[in-house]
């Protein structure tokens, strides 16, 4: 083998690569916000689940792409572990769609391919267009980079040295631990799949052989997605891990399966016995079929163990229990009193939640802590996630007959519920000025710090006393809520001037003083949101 034959090899598996990156982007392009959409819709059916990862990865042409966006939407709570785990045994099964392609022999094609691919990606202006021409250029550039491949490939079947090392993968053992190592250096197991079907193709390989190295693949593919873990919360690593124990599990069973019986490995060669890129690519697809077929029962079982190997918290128990709703369950089967009084608890129950992020975010201000930062972000998801559940669920209160001051009453509750999810933002904001402190070794001065816990405090009192007011109609104590309200004005008022005298006695860092009237102004607007909340269902208006 001449080092131009390598680099010849090298640059065919180098187009192949770009190309399979092209063709998805062109894809996902074309497909816009649909794909995420779709797979944010993936039911609690684990059925339509699969079908959901199987559909998205034939259109991305990636099931780590498909993965990884999983993992996203496990790691902000739009999706349960059950939703994922379907979608990631469906993205297994249409990773398979590529080498299925790729056994067509349309390597002549493929030049035409990629220049008309060009011409509409580069002279036509409509997006759709070039999109579609950006995976057709795509598409040409992995037949192109396949044909080269091959081209380089066939001068190797004479070399004693190359020879010996692939003859080192007779062992099954050795297969499986080259196919899982190759895999994770190109990350995609389509890729890898398809140059085993090349060396195939070639005759350097047996069938047999590309089993277990079909086999390793499908374990090496999970290493993008463990990667992509490491930077997500304890659920994202769960699903990751998911995808981990689903391609071990399916390793050990087929395995198992083609040692006791053989005949699946020549039935699946009879389906096309004079084409061995055929075979290997049957027997990829349905490997994967096979996989998803027996372990789909059992995901429940697989979960499980993924949160056996990362335990389930109590903190993520809370966070569980505060995204879901509690009182607006079957809304459409409830009296129509009582599916107002229960959305009213529930908005009380979302404005607690609120509250103590908003308490966790000023401890954190005062005494920084990474983890309560952690903690506020994640609960400010979960006010999110529960805002966006009660709107849903009180979508089915317009089918019901209510009176004009039902329907007042209706219409408050849903102003107070921003009011109280912009609260929870406030809290978010507050914890990003103590990271930015913190990252920049900045202090605020000792009398600084002394005018935000005193207003601090009264916010507090008044998001307290608010959300009192709000859950039990006690307008008897309006007039304390004006009264802390005109205190914290009075104090934005104060502080801001204490801060300009400090400033011109350069008494105060330059980032501080930023984050004094950023925090200062927050926690006036915070006062102004507990005041709505808190006058939200009397007939008054806020002093």
């Given at each position: 083998?001449?080092?131009?034959?390598?680099?010849?090899?090298?640059?065919g598996v180098g187009l192949f690569l770009y190309g399979m990156t092209v063709m998805s982007s062109g894809l996902r392009n074309a497909c816009g916000d649909n794909l995420q959409t779709i797979l944010e819709k993936a039911t609690s059916n684990k059925f339509m689940?699969?079908?959901?990862?199987?559909?998205?990865?034939?259109?991305?042409?990636?099931?780590?792409?498909?993965?990884?966006?999983?993992?996203?939407?496990v790691n902000s709570g739009m999706m349960n572990l059950s939703q994922a785990i379907g979608v990631i045994m469906g993205?297994?099964?249409?990773?398979?769609?590529?080498?299925?392609?790729?056994?067509?022999?349309?390597s002549a094609y493929a030049p035409v391919i990629l220049f008309g691919g060009a011409v509409m990606f580069l002279f036509l202006k409509k997006s759709l267009v070039k999109y579609i021409g950006e995976f057709l250029m795509g598409f040409g550039m992995l037949f192109v980079g396949i044909a080269i491949m091959k081209d380089a490939i066939a001068p190797m079947a004479e070399s004693e040295g190359f020879i010996n090392i692939l003859s080192g993968l007779d062992n099954p053992f050795a297969a499986v631990i080259f196919g899982i190592a190759f895999t994770a250096l190109l990350q995609s197991s389509s890729s890898s799949t398809v140059i085993f079907q090349t060396f195939a193709m070639q005759g350097l390989l047996g069938y047999h052989t590309a089993v277990y190295l079909v086999i390793g693949a499908a374990i090496g593919s999970v290493t993008p997605n463990l990667i992509a873990s490491l930077t997500t919360n304890r659920n994202g690593k769960r699903?990751?891990?998911?995808?981990?124990?689903?391609?071990?599990?399916?390793?050990?069973i087929l395995i198992i399966l083609i040692n006791i019986f053989p005949q699946i490995l020549d039935l699946i060669q009879g389906l096309s016995p004079d084409s061995i890129a055929r075979q290997v690519a049957n027997t990829h697809t349905i490997f994967a079929i096979i996989a998803v077929c027996l372990e789909l029962p059992i995901t429940s079982l697989i979960i499980k163990f993924a949160e056996k190997l990362i335990p389930v918290l109590p903190e993520e128990n809370e966070q569980l229990?505060?995204?879901?709703?509690?009182?607006?369950?079957?809304?459409?089967?409830?009296?129509?009193?009582?599916?107002?009084?229960?959305?009213?608890?529930?908005?009380?129950?979302?404005?607690r939640i609120a509250e103590k992020n908003l308490n966790r975010a000023l401890d954190c201000?005062?005494?920084?802590?990474?983890?309560k930062v952690a903690s506020v972000k994640a609960r400010e998801e979960s006010v999110d996630i529960l805002d966006k559940e009660i709107d849903e669920a009180m979508l089915d209160l317009r089918s019901m007959y209510f009176s004009d001051e039902a329907l007042?009453?209706?219409?408050?509750?849903?102003?107070?519920?921003?009011?109280?999810?912009?609260?929870?933002d406030y809290a978010e904001n507050i914890v990003e000025f103590a990271e930015e402190m913190h990252a920049k070794k900045s202090a605020l001065s000792e009398d600084a710090l002394k005018e935000l816990q005193k207003m601090s405090t009264n916010v507090r009192q008044i998001v307290d006393l608010s959300l009192e007011i709000f859950s039990g109609d006690d307008f008897s104590r309006l007039y304390e809520l004006d009264k802390i309200e005109a205190g914290i004005d009075l104090q934005k008022t104060e502080l801001i001037g204490h801060h300009v005298d400090r400033l011109m006695d350069g008494e105060c860092e330059p980032l501080a003083g930023i984050v004094f009237t950023n925090v200062v102004t927050e926690l006036e607007r915070i006062g102004d949101h507990a005041e709505n909340i808190g006058y939200a269902l009397s007939d008054q208006d806020p002093q």
């Amino acid at each position: 083998m001449t080092i131009t034959t390598l680099f010849s090899l090298l640059g065919g598996v180098g187009l192949f690569l770009y190309g399979m990156t092209v063709m998805s982007s062109g894809l996902r392009n074309a497909c816009g916000d649909n794909l995420q959409t779709i797979l944010e819709k993936a039911t609690s059916n684990k059925f339509m689940a699969v079908f959901v990862g199987f559909a998205v990865t034939i259109l991305v042409q990636s099931s780590s792409a498909t993965d990884i966006m999983v993992i996203g939407f496990v790691n902000s709570g739009m999706m349960n572990l059950s939703q994922a785990i379907g979608v990631i045994m469906g993205a297994n099964i249409g990773t398979t769609v590529t080498a299925q392609i790729t056994a067509f022999n349309i390597s002549a094609y493929a030049p035409v391919i990629l220049f008309g691919g060009a011409v509409m990606f580069l002279f036509l202006k409509k997006s759709l267009v070039k999109y579609i021409g950006e995976f057709l250029m795509g598409f040409g550039m992995l037949f192109v980079g396949i044909a080269i491949m091959k081209d380089a490939i066939a001068p190797m079947a004479e070399s004693e040295g190359f020879i010996n090392i692939l003859s080192g993968l007779d062992n099954p053992f050795a297969a499986v631990i080259f196919g899982i190592a190759f895999t994770a250096l190109l990350q995609s197991s389509s890729s890898s799949t398809v140059i085993f079907q090349t060396f195939a193709m070639q005759g350097l390989l047996g069938y047999h052989t590309a089993v277990y190295l079909v086999i390793g693949a499908a374990i090496g593919s999970v290493t993008p997605n463990l990667i992509a873990s490491l930077t997500t919360n304890r659920n994202g690593k769960r699903t990751a891990i998911l995808n981990l124990l689903f391609n071990l599990i399916r390793a050990v069973i087929l395995i198992i399966l083609i040692n006791i019986f053989p005949q699946i490995l020549d039935l699946i060669q009879g389906l096309s016995p004079d084409s061995i890129a055929r075979q290997v690519a049957n027997t990829h697809t349905i490997f994967a079929i096979i996989a998803v077929c027996l372990e789909l029962p059992i995901t429940s079982l697989i979960i499980k163990f993924a949160e056996k190997l990362i335990p389930v918290l109590p903190e993520e128990n809370e966070q569980l229990e505060d995204r879901k709703l509690q009182y607006l369950l079957n809304v459409k089967n409830m009296p129509s009193r009582m599916a107002l009084a229960n959305a009213h608890r529930e908005i009380v129950r979302m404005g607690r939640i609120a509250e103590k992020n908003l308490n966790r975010a000023l401890d954190c201000f005062f005494e920084y802590d990474a983890g309560k930062v952690a903690s506020v972000k994640a609960r400010e998801e979960s006010v999110d996630i529960l805002d966006k559940e009660i709107d849903e669920a009180m979508l089915d209160l317009r089918s019901m007959y209510f009176s004009d001051e039902a329907l007042r009453r209706i219409s408050m509750l849903n102003i107070t519920k921003t009011d109280i999810e912009r609260i929870s933002d406030y809290a978010e904001n507050i914890v990003e000025f103590a990271e930015e402190m913190h990252a920049k070794k900045s202090a605020l001065s000792e009398d600084a710090l002394k005018e935000l816990q005193k207003m601090s405090t009264n916010v507090r009192q008044i998001v307290d006393l608010s959300l009192e007011i709000f859950s039990g109609d006690d307008f008897s104590r309006l007039y304390e809520l004006d009264k802390i309200e005109a205190g914290i004005d009075l104090q934005k008022t104060e502080l801001i001037g204490h801060h300009v005298d400090r400033l011109m006695d350069g008494e105060c860092e330059p980032l501080a003083g930023i984050v004094f009237t950023n925090v200062v102004t927050e926690l006036e607007r915070i006062g102004d949101h507990a005041e709505n909340i808190g006058y939200a269902l009397s007939d008054q208006d806020p002093q």
